[in-house]
C-alpha cells in the first residue's frame, strides 16, 4: 500500500461537490468534520476526498493552506482504513471547523476516530 495522495482521489467534480451537499450525510469528531455520499467513480476507484478550511475561522490564506495542508497529510497516511473497508465508492469532503489551532499529532488521533466512525456509519 502506497501512501501517496495522487489526482484521482482528489474531490474536483463540481457535480460530486453538489451531491454531498444536497444528499451526503456527516458525522464530526471536534473540530473535524466529514461530509460523505456514494457515487459512481470510473477505473475502479474507491474514493474521491476534498479538504477545506472555513475563511470564517482562518482569515489569512497562509493559515488556512497550513490546516490543508494538515487535513491531507492526515487522509494519506490513515488512507489505508478506508480503502480496505469500503465496498462501495464515495466522495468525501473533510474540513476543519474551529478557530483554536491544533498541532499535527492531535489533528491525527482525531482523524483516525473520526475514519473508524465513519467506517461504523456505513456499515449500519
Sequence with gaps: ???NYPKNEKLKSQKHIDLLFSEGKSISKYPL???FA???LENDEKIKIGVSVSKKHFKNA???NHYKRLLRECYRLNKKMLLENL???YAIMFF???KETMCFK???EKTIQLF???LLEIKK
Excluded: A, G, H
Design 1 to 3: 500500500m502506497s501512501f
Design 38 to 40: 456514494p457515487v459512481v
Design 116 to 118: 473508524e466512525k465513519f
Design 33 to 35: 468534520r466529514l461530509v
Design 87 to 89: 465496498e462501495k465508492p
Design 62 to 64: 497562509v493559515n488556512r
Design 96 to 98: 476543519y471547523q474551529s
Design 106 to 108: 492531535e489533528m491525527n
